[in-house]
C-alpha cells in the first residue's frame, strides 16, 4: 500500500508539472496570435533577467535577511549560470565542492566543515537525503527547477536545527507569485570530451492565475541524458623495504599496488515541481507544493586493471635507485626515519586482476508541502505540512579474473606466473607516468573446468592447470537505504505597535523520519564457474571508444595488455544460478588436497542482482551463514520534538536615530532514535535534548554602509545511516594452516563496536560581518566567524599507535556475549610489525582488529570571508558593461587531539568577470581551491592522503536576437584541470583523476 501511494504521488507530480506546462503552451500560443510580437514589451510586466540583475536580486535578499547569508538568484527563467547546483553554489563564499566521487553529486563543504555538517532545506523546511549516507548530492537535483539558493549562515530560534556549517535552503516560488502566463521552453545538449558523448536534454515551465488572481498553478519539468566519463591512475599503497631494497635504519618505498580504471555514468535525470496556490481573501492563503527529482545512472560502469607486485613472491628491482622523500614516522611507530622512494622499478611475478563493474545507482527524492497562511495587520499564524520519501540504491556487480602468483614465499624456488613489468610513478607529475606490462601469451587460461570455491565468503574460484592458478571472481554488493520522513509545524507571529520590541513569534515541530537501511554482498556461489572461457576476456573500452584513456595526458598508460571482462559474455556463461545440491565444492589446496576449515556453503539470493549471497564465517560454529554485511542491514526511526520562541526588535521602527534591529531566542530539541539490526532481537536507542539559543544583530550604521553579529548554537542527531543499532559486531578467527606467513595462521578476530554510545554531534558559533553597499548591485563585505564543534563521533583501529591494543578496550566490549567467547582470557599486545594480536596461550595468537568510536575533543573552526560585487554602470558606453565578483574565505581548524577534518581548504576563492549588453552577455569564472585531506579507508583508498590544489576556468555567453529568444554556450574546465591526490609528500602521489571538458549549448525561446 505504501509502494502504491509513493507511486501514485510521484506520478502526479510528474504529472501536474506537465500538464501546466503543456496548457500554458497552448494559451499562450493562442495569446500570441492575438497580441502580436510586442507583448513582451508590456510596461507593467517586470522580468528579472541578465547577470546583473540575478546579482543585484541575491545582494537585496542577502541585505534585507535577519540573519548572515549568502545566496543566488535565479532568474524566472531558470537560468543558473554552472553545470549543476553544485557548481553554482561553489561560488559563493565559505563554499567548497567535494569531486571526490566521480558520479558528479556535487556535495559541498561550508565554513571549514565537511558535506555532511550542512542540512539541505526546502522553502525552510526538510527534504528526505537521496544519499545512503553523507551529504546531501547536490547533482542529483537539475538546478534550473529552482528560483534560488540561500547559504544561511547564522541562524534564528525558528531555523531547522542540524546545519552545523550551514543551512542550504532551495527556493521555489508560489504560484502568484510567479509571471501570470509565463512559460520557457528550452532545449540543450551538452557534448562530454572524454567519451565523447551528446547528451540531449530539455526544460520547460508555466505558470497561470485564475478567478480575478486568487487562484494560481505552475510546473517547471527538466530531464537531461546523463553520459560523462572519469579516468584514474591509482597507487593505492607504498610498501616498505622489499628484500632486495631494505637497509638497516631506513625506510625504502615502492608502489605496491597500480590501478589504471574507467569509470563511465550513464542514465538520465529527471526534475520537476509544480504547485497551486489559493488566496480566497487577502489574509487567508493556502498552497501545495511539490518536487520530484530521480538520477537514475543504470548503466554506469567501472573498467580497470590491477596490478600487484606487492605480495610475498614478487621480485622487486630499483631501476631509478633512491630518492629521499623525508624524515618522517611512515611506519606510525612513534620514532621518525629517512624515507626512500624507488620511483622507476622492475618487477616480476605480481598479482594481475583484469575487471569489470556494473555500478548502478538511482537517487530519487519527492515531497509534498501543503501550507496554509493567515495574517492581518498585527497577526500571522502558519501551518505546514511535510511528506518526503528518498531513495539511495547502488548496484556494484564486480567480475573479476586473476593471473596469481607462482612464487613461494620466500620467492627463492625460481617459480613465476611469467609476468614482468615496469613502473615509473611519474612523482608529482602524471605527464612523465609510464608503465609497461607483459604477459606471456597463454598465462591466462579461464577455460577447462574444474574450479573449487576458495574463500571463506564465497566470492572467488580457482582452477589449477600446468602449475599455474587461474582464479575468476564474482563480488560486489547492492546497498542502499528508502526513507519516509513526516513532519508538521506551525508558528504564531504577533506585531506590536510601539515600543523597540516590533514583535514576537513562537511555534513548534513535530518530525518523524523511518529508514530502512541495507547492504546484501554478491558471491560466486551457484554460479556454471566451469561454463568459462577466455571470450569473457576484451579490451579495456578507453581503448575503444571516446577519447582514449586520461584524454592523451598521461602518455605512458599501460596500453597493451589492459583488459577487461565483458560482462554480458560472463553472464550467458554464468547463469542461470544452479541449484543446491550442484554447487561446486568447498576450497581444496592445491598443495595437499586438504578441504579448507570453512563449513558447507549454502545458496541464499540476493534480492537485488542476479547472484546469490556472500557468506559470514561460521560465528562459534552456528549461525551457520547470516548476511555477509549484517552490521549494515538495520531499520532505524527518528523523532524529533521541536519548540522556540523568538523575539524581534527594531529601536528604527520608532527611534531614527538609532537604526538597530535584529531578533533573540531558544530553540528546544529532543530526538528519540531507535533502531534494529538485521538478526537482533533487542533495538538499540538514544535520546538526546538540547537549548539552542541564538541572537542576530544588524546595525544600519549609515545608509550603505550595514554591522552584522550573530550568536548561535545548533545540534544534529545521528543521519538514520551513521546510526548503527548493532552494538558491536564480531567476526571469530578462523585458522587458515596453509597461510604462507606462520604469525597469519591462526586468522583473524574482528570486534567492531557501533557509534551507539556515541554523544551527537553540536556547536557554538559567533559571527560578526561588516558590509559596504555603495551602489546597486554592488557590496564590499567582510565577515569574521568562530565555531566550537563538539563530540564528532571518530572511528578509531588497533595498531601499532593506537590506545585501543590493550586490555582496556576488551574490556569494553566483554559485555557483549559473542566478544566475551572469543575474547576468552586473552590478552591484547603489539607484535614486531605493529599487528595487534590476542594471545590465547600455546602460541596461539590471532591478529586482533578492533575498532571503536569516541567523541573527539571539541575543534575550533576560525575564519575569514571577503567579498567584492562591483559593476561599472556608472560608466557610459562600452565600459559602462563590465561587472566582476571576487571572494575569499580563509578558514582553521584548531583540535586538542590533532584530529584532522577532511575535505575542508584553508584557501578558496572566486574570480568572476562578466560583460553584459542588452543584446549578448560573455562570464568568465575561476574557482581556487587549495590543498586539503582525505579520511583513510578502503581497497580504493588505503592510508590518508592529501588532494593538492586546483583551479578550474569555466566560460558562458548568451546571445539574444530579441527579447522572447536565447542562445547560450557554455564551457567547462577550460583548463583541463586534474584532481591529484598525494600521501604527505608530492611525489609520493596516489591518485590522478582526468574529467575532460564538457561543452553545452542551448535555445530557449520566452511566451
Request: hydrophobic share 35%.
Given at each position: 500500500?505504501?509502494?502504491?501511494?509513493?507511486?501514485?504521488?510521484?506520478?502526479?507530480l510528474?504529472?501536474?508539472?506537465?500538464?501546466?506546462?503543456?496548457?500554458?503552451?497552448?494559451?499562450?500560443?493562442?495569446?500570441?496570435?492575438?497580441?502580436?510580437?510586442?507583448?513582451?514589451?508590456?510596461?507593467?510586466?517586470?522580468?528579472?533577467?541578465?547577470?546583473?540583475?540575478t546579482?543585484?536580486?541575491?545582494?537585496?535578499?542577502?541585505?534585507?535577511?535577519?540573519?548572515?547569508?549568502?545566496g543566488?538568484?535565479?532568474?524566472?527563467?531558470?537560468?543558473?549560470?554552472?553545470?549543476?547546483?553544485?557548481?553554482?553554489?561553489?561560488?559563493?563564499?565559505?563554499?567548497?565542492?567535494?569531486?571526490?566521487?566521480?558520479?558528479?553529486?556535487?556535495?559541498?563543504?561550508?565554513?571549514?566543515?565537511?558535506?555532511?555538517?550542512?542540512?539541505?532545506?526546502?522553502?525552510?523546511?526538510?527534504?528526505?537525503?537521496?544519499?545512503?549516507?553523507?551529504?546531501?548530492?547536490?547533482?542529483?537535483?537539475?538546478?534550473?527547477?529552482?528560483?534560488?539558493?540561500?547559504?544561511?549562515?547564522?541562524?534564528?530560534?525558528?531555523?531547522?536545527?542540524?546545519?552545523?556549517?550551514?543551512?542550504?535552503?532551495?527556493?521555489?516560488?508560489?504560484?502568484?507569485?510567479r509571471?501570470?502566463?509565463?512559460?520557457?521552453?528550452r532545449?540543450?545538449?551538452?557534448?562530454?570530451?572524454?567519451?565523447?558523448?551528446?547528451?540531449?536534454?530539455?526544460?520547460?515551465?508555466?505558470?497561470?492565475?485564475?478567478?480575478?488572481?486568487?487562484?494560481?498553478?505552475?510546473?517547471?519539468?527538466?530531464?537531461?541524458?546523463?553520459?560523462?566519463?572519469?579516468?584514474?591512475?591509482?597507487?593505492?599503497?607504498?610498501?616498505?623495504?622489499?628484500?632486495?631494497?631494505?637497509?638497516?635504519?631506513?625506510?625504502?618505498?615502492?608502489?605496491?599496488?597500480?590501478?589504471?580504471?574507467v569509470?563511465?555514468?550513464?542514465?538520465?535525470?529527471?526534475?520537476?515541481?509544480?504547485g497551486?496556490?489559493?488566496?480566497?481573501?487577502?489574509?487567508?492563503?493556502?498552497?501545495?507544493?511539490?518536487?520530484f527529482?530521480?538520477?537514475?545512472?543504470?548503466?554506469?560502469t567501472?573498467?580497470?586493471?590491477?596490478?600487484?607486485?606487492?605480495l610475498?613472491?614478487?621480485?622487486?628491482?630499483?631501476?631509478?635507485?633512491?630518492?629521499?622523500?623525508?624524515?618522517?614516522?611512515?611506519?606510525?611507530?612513534?620514532?621518525?626515519?629517512?624515507?626512500?622512494?624507488?620511483?622507476?622499478?622492475?618487477?616480476?611475478?605480481?598479482?594481475?586482476?583484469?575487471?569489470?563493474?556494473?555500478?548502478?545507482?538511482?537517487?530519487?527524492?519527492?515531497?509534498?508541502?501543503?501550507?496554509?497562511?493567515?495574517?492581518?495587520?498585527?497577526?500571522?499564524?502558519?501551518?505546514?505540512?511535510?511528506?518526503?520519501?528518498?531513495?539511495?540504491?547502488?548496484?556494484?556487480?564486480?567480475?573479476?579474473?586473476?593471473?596469481?602468483?607462482?612464487?613461494g614465499?620466500?620467492?627463492?624456488?625460481?617459480?613465476?606466473?611469467?609476468?614482468?613489468?615496469?613502473?615509473?610513478?611519474g612523482?608529482?607529475?602524471?605527464r612523465?607516468?609510464?608503465?609497461?606490462?607483459?604477459?606471456?601469451?597463454?598465462?591466462?587460461?579461464?577455460?577447462g573446468?574444474?574450479?573449487?570455491?576458495?574463500?571463506?565468503?564465497?566470492?572467488?574460484?580457482?582452477?589449477?592447470?600446468?602449475?599455474?592458478?587461474?582464479?575468476?571472481?564474482?563480488?560486489?554488493?547492492?546497498?542502499?537505504?528508502?526513507?519516509?520522513?513526516?513532519?508538521?509545524s506551525?508558528?504564531?507571529?504577533?506585531?506590536?505597535?510601539?515600543?523597540?520590541f516590533?514583535g514576537?513569534?513562537?511555534?513548534?515541530?513535530?518530525?518523524d523520519e523511518?529508514?530502512?537501511?541495507?547492504?546484501?554482498e554478491?558471491?560466486?556461489?551457484?554460479?556454471?564457474?566451469?561454463?568459462?572461457?577466455?571470450?569473457?576476456?576484451?579490451?579495456?573500452?578507453?581503448?575503444?571508444?571516446?577519447?582514449?584513456?586520461?584524454?592523451?595526458?598521461?602518455?605512458?598508460?599501460?596500453?597493451?595488455n589492459?583488459?577487461?571482462?565483458?560482462?554480458?559474455?560472463?553472464?550467458?556463461?554464468?547463469?542461470?544460478?544452479?541449484?543446491?545440491?550442484?554447487?561446486?565444492?568447498?576450497?581444496?589446496?592445491?598443495?595437499?588436497?586438504?578441504?579448507?576449515?570453512?563449513?558447507?556453503?549454502?545458496?541464499?539470493?540476493?534480492?537485488?542482482?542476479?547472484?546469490?549471497?556472500?557468506?559470514?564465517?561460521?560465528?562459534?560454529g552456528?549461525?551457520a551463514?547470516?548476511n555477509?554485511?549484517?552490521?549494515?542491514?538495520?531499520?532505524?526511526?527518528?523523532?524529533?520534538?521541536?519548540?522556540?520562541?523568538?523575539v524581534?526588535?527594531?529601536?528604527?521602527?520608532?527611534?531614527?536615530?538609532?537604526?538597530?534591529?535584529?531578533?533573540?531566542?531558544?530553540r528546544?530539541?529532543?530526538?528519540?532514535?531507535?533502531?534494529?539490526?538485521?538478526?537482533?532481537?533487542?533495538?538499540?536507542?538514544?535520546?538526546?535534548?538540547?537549548?539552542l539559543p541564538?541572537?542576530n544583530?544588524?546595525?544600519?550604521?549609515?545608509?550603505?554602509?550595514?554591522?552584522?553579529?550573530?550568536?548561535?548554537?545548533?545540534?544534529?542527531?545521528?543521519?538514520?545511516?551513521?546510526?548503527?543499532?548493532?552494538?558491536?559486531?564480531?567476526?571469530?578467527?578462523?585458522?587458515?594452516?596453509?597461510?604462507?606467513?606462520?604469525?597469519?595462521r591462526?586468522?583473524?578476530?574482528?570486534?567492531?563496536?557501533?557509534?551507539?554510545?556515541?554523544?551527537?554531534?553540536?556547536?557554538?558559533?559567533?559571527?560578526?560581518?561588516?558590509?559596504?553597499?555603495?551602489?546597486?548591485?554592488?557590496?564590499?563585505?567582510?565577515?569574521?566567524?568562530?565555531?566550537?564543534?563538539?563530540?564528532?563521533?571518530?572511528?578509531?583501529t588497533?595498531?601499532?599507535?593506537?590506545?585501543?591494543?590493550?586490555?582496556?578496550?576488551?574490556?569494553?566490549?566483554l559485555?557483549?556475549?559473542?566478544?566475551a567467547?572469543?575474547?576468552?582470557?586473552?590478552t591484547?599486545?603489539?607484535?614486531?610489525?605493529?599487528?595487534?594480536?590476542?594471545?590465547?596461550?600455546?602460541?596461539n595468537?590471532?591478529?586482533?582488529?578492533?575498532?571503536?568510536?569516541?567523541?573527539?575533543?571539541?575543534?575550533?573552526?576560525?575564519?575569514?570571508?571577503?567579498?567584492?560585487?562591483?559593476?561599472?554602470?556608472?560608466?557610459d558606453?562600452?565600459?559602462?558593461?563590465?561587472?566582476?565578483?571576487?571572494n575569499?574565505?580563509?578558514?582553521?581548524?584548531?583540535?586538542?587531539?590533532?584530529?584532522?577534518?577532511?575535505?575542508?581548504?584553508?584557501?578558496?576563492?572566486?574570480?568572476?568577470g562578466?560583460?553584459?549588453?542588452?543584446?549578448?552577455?560573455?562570464?568568465?569564472?575561476?574557482?581556487?581551491?587549495?590543498?586539503?585531506?582525505l579520511?583513510?579507508?578502503?581497497s580504493?583508498?588505503?592510508?590518508?592522503?592529501?588532494?593538492?590544489?586546483?583551479?578550474?576556468l569555466?566560460?558562458?555567453?548568451?546571445?539574444?536576437?530579441?527579447?522572447?529568444?536565447?542562445?547560450?554556450?557554455?564551457?567547462?574546465?577550460?583548463?583541463?584541470?586534474?584532481?591529484?591526490?598525494?600521501?604527505?609528500?608530492?611525489?609520493?602521489?596516489?591518485?590522478?583523476?582526468?574529467?575532460?571538458?564538457?561543452?553545452?549549448?542551448?535555445?530557449?525561446?520566452?511566451?
Open positions: 500500500m505504501k509502494q502504491l501511494l509513493s507511486k501514485t504521488i510521484k506520478t502526479s510528474l504529472a501536474s508539472a506537465a500538464a501546466t506546462v503543456i496548457a500554458l503552451a497552448a494559451t499562450s500560443a493562442a495569446f500570441a496570435q492575438d497580441s502580436g510580437p510586442n507583448n513582451l514589451d508590456a510596461p507593467d510586466e517586470i522580468i528579472v533577467t541578465g547577470i546583473k540583475a546579482t543585484a536580486n541575491a545582494l537585496q535578499t542577502k541585505r534585507k535577511a535577519d540573519v548572515i547569508l549568502d543566488i538568484s535565479a532568474d524566472d527563467l531558470g537560468n543558473f549560470p554552472d553545470l549543476n547546483l553544485g557548481e553554482a553554489l561553489q561560488r559563493i563564499t565559505g563554499v567548497q565542492i567535494d569531486r571526490e566521487a566521480g558520479r558528479r553529486n556535487a556535495t559541498i563543504s561550508v565554513r571549514g566543515l565537511p558535506g555532511n555538517f550542512t542540512k539541505t532545506t526546502l522553502m525552510g523546511q526538510n527534504i528526505s537525503n537521496p544519499n545512503r549516507t553523507g551529504s546531501n548530492p547536490f547533482g542529483v537535483f537539475d538546478s534550473a527547477i529552482f528560483n534560488g539558493v540561500d547559504v544561511e549562515k547564522s541562524f534564528t530560534a525558528q531555523s531547522l536545527s542540524g546545519g552545523l556549517a550551514a543551512n542550504v535552503n532551495l527556493k521555489l516560488k508560489s504560484a502568484l507569485d509571471r501570470d502566463g509565463s512559460l520557457v521552453l532545449a540543450k545538449a551538452d557534448y562530454e570530451e572524454l567519451p565523447k558523448t551528446i547528451n540531449p536534454g530539455f526544460y520547460a515551465s508555466g505558470a497561470k492565475h485564475l478567478g480575478d488572481e486568487k487562484f494560481g498553478v505552475y510546473g517547471t519539468v527538466s530531464y537531461s541524458k546523463q553520459d560523462f566519463r572519469r579516468d584514474a591512475i591509482n597507487f593505492t599503497r607504498y610498501e616498505r623495504n622489499a628484500r632486495n631494497l631494505n637497509v638497516a635504519g631506513e625506510t625504502h618505498l615502492y608502489v605496491g599496488d597500480i590501478r589504471q580504471f569509470e563511465e555514468s550513464i542514465g538520465d535525470r529527471l526534475s520537476a515541481a509544480s497551486i496556490e489559493y488566496q480566497p481573501t487577502e489574509n487567508l492563503s493556502f498552497r501545495l507544493d511539490g518536487l527529482t530521480q538520477r537514475n545512472l543504470d548503466e554506469a567501472q573498467d580497470n586493471i590491477q596490478i600487484q607486485p606487492r610475498s613472491a614478487s621480485q622487486i628491482t630499483s631501476v631509478s635507485g633512491p630518492e629521499l622523500v623525508g624524515n618522517f614516522d611512515f611506519d606510525q611507530n612513534g620514532s621518525n626515519e629517512d624515507v626512500f622512494l624507488h620511483r622507476v622499478i622492475d618487477f616480476e611475478d605480481p598479482q594481475v586482476v583484469f575487471g569489470n563493474r556494473d555500478d548502478e545507482s538511482l537517487n530519487e527524492t519527492y515531497a509534498l508541502y501543503p501550507q496554509l497562511n493567515w495574517e492581518n495587520d498585527n497577526l500571522k499564524i502558519n501551518v505546514t505540512g511535510t511528506y518526503s520519501k528518498s531513495k539511495s540504491n547502488a548496484i556494484f556487480n564486480q567480475f573479476d579474473t586473476r593471473i596469481l602468483q607462482t612464487g614465499a620466500t620467492s627463492t624456488n625460481g617459480a613465476s606466473n611469467g609476468v614482468t613489468g615496469t613502473l615509473d610513478t612523482g608529482s607529475d602524471i612523465d607516468f609510464d608503465f609497461d606490462l607483459n604477459i606471456p601469451e597463454g598465462t591466462l587460461q579461464l577455460g573446468g574444474g574450479y573449487a570455491i576458495t574463500s571463506g565468503t564465497g566470492i572467488s574460484a580457482i582452477r589449477f592447470e600446468d602449475g599455474r592458478r587461474h582464479q575468476f571472481t564474482v563480488a560486489g554488493f547492492a546497498q542502499g537505504a528508502e526513507r519516509d520522513l513526516k513532519a508538521i506551525g508558528d504564531v507571529e504577533y506585531k506590536f505597535s510601539k515600543g523597540p516590533v514576537v513569534k513562537f511555534g513548534g515541530r513535530y518530525e523511518a529508514a530502512e537501511i541495507y547492504r546484501f554478491n558471491s560466486i556461489i551457484g554460479l556454471n564457474i566451469n561454463n568459462l572461457d577466455n571470450s569473457v576476456i576484451v579490451p579495456n573500452a578507453s581503448l575503444t571508444s571516446g577519447q582514449g584513456f586520461f584524454g592523451g595526458s598521461a602518455p605512458g598508460f599501460l596500453e597493451d589492459f583488459f577487461s571482462i565483458d560482462r554480458d559474455r560472463a553472464r550467458e556463461l554464468l547463469l542461470p544460478l544452479l541449484p543446491t545440491d550442484t554447487i561446486f565444492p568447498r576450497s581444496i589446496n592445491g598443495g595437499n588436497g586438504r578441504l579448507s576449515n570453512f563449513i558447507d556453503f549454502v545458496d541464499l539470493r540476493n534480492p537485488f542482482t542476479e547472484f546469490n549471497q556472500a557468506l559470514q564465517n561460521a560465528r562459534n552456528s549461525d551463514r547470516r555477509f554485511a549484517i552490521a549494515q542491514t538495520f531499520d532505524a526511526q527518528r523523532e524529533n520534538t521541536e519548540l522556540f520562541g523568538m524581534k526588535y527594531d529601536f528604527n521602527e520608532n527611534y531614527d536615530t538609532f537604526p538597530v534591529r535584529g531578533n533573540f531566542g531558544v528546544y530539541i529532543k530526538t528519540d532514535l531507535s533502531g534494529l539490526a538485521e538478526g537482533q532481537m533487542e533495538a538499540g536507542v538514544g535520546s538526546y535534548e538540547k537549548f541564538s541572537a544583530i544588524i546595525a544600519d550604521l549609515t545608509e550603505d554602509l550595514v554591522l552584522q553579529a550573530a550568536y548561535y548554537k545548533t545540534f544534529e542527531a545521528f543521519n538514520l545511516a551513521e546510526f548503527n543499532p548493532t552494538a558491536a559486531v564480531i567476526s571469530p578467527a578462523i585458522p587458515n594452516p596453509d597461510a604462507e606467513n606462520p604469525e597469519n591462526a586468522g583473524t578476530l574482528i570486534i567492531n563496536e557501533s557509534n551507539l554510545g556515541t554523544d551527537p554531534r553540536s556547536s557554538t558559533a559567533f559571527d560578526l560581518g561588516l558590509a559596504w553597499y555603495n551602489r546597486a548591485g554592488s557590496i564590499v563585505g567582510i565577515n569574521f566567524f568562530t565555531k566550537e564543534v563538539t563530540d564528532i563521533a571518530r572511528q578509531s588497533s595498531g601499532g599507535n593506537s590506545p585501543f591494543c590493550n586490555a582496556g578496550f576488551v574490556n569494553q566490549v559485555d557483549n556475549p559473542d566478544a567467547s572469543e575474547i576468552g582470557g586473552g591484547p599486545f603489539i607484535d614486531d610489525d605493529g599487528n595487534c594480536r590476542l594471545n590465547l596461550g600455546a602460541g595468537t590471532p591478529r586482533l582488529n578492533l575498532s571503536q568510536f569516541t567523541n573527539t575533543d571539541p575543534i575550533r573552526v576560525n575564519g575569514i570571508e571577503f567579498q567584492v560585487t562591483q559593476n561599472t554602470d556608472f560608466l558606453g562600452f565600459w559602462g558593461n563590465f561587472g566582476g565578483t571576487f575569499y574565505t580563509y578558514t582553521t581548524a584548531e583540535s586538542g587531539e590533532g584530529f584532522v577534518l577532511p575535505r575542508v581548504s584553508k584557501n578558496t576563492y572566486n574570480l568572476i562578466f560583460y553584459e549588453t542588452e543584446k549578448f552577455s560573455i562570464r568568465l569564472a575561476q574557482n581556487y581551491r587549495s590543498a586539503y585531506n579520511e583513510a579507508g578502503g580504493f583508498q588505503g592510508r590518508e592522503r592529501q588532494v593538492k590544489a586546483r583551479s578550474q569555466d566560460l558562458s555567453a548568451t546571445y539574444n536576437p530579441r527579447k522572447d529568444l536565447q542562445f547560450k554556450v557554455q564551457a567547462f574546465n577550460i583548463n583541463n584541470s586534474l584532481r591529484e591526490e598525494y600521501e604527505g609528500f608530492e611525489v609520493l602521489s596516489r591518485r590522478t583523476d582526468y574529467d575532460g571538458r564538457t561543452f553545452t549549448f542551448s535555445v530557449q525561446k520566452r511566451f
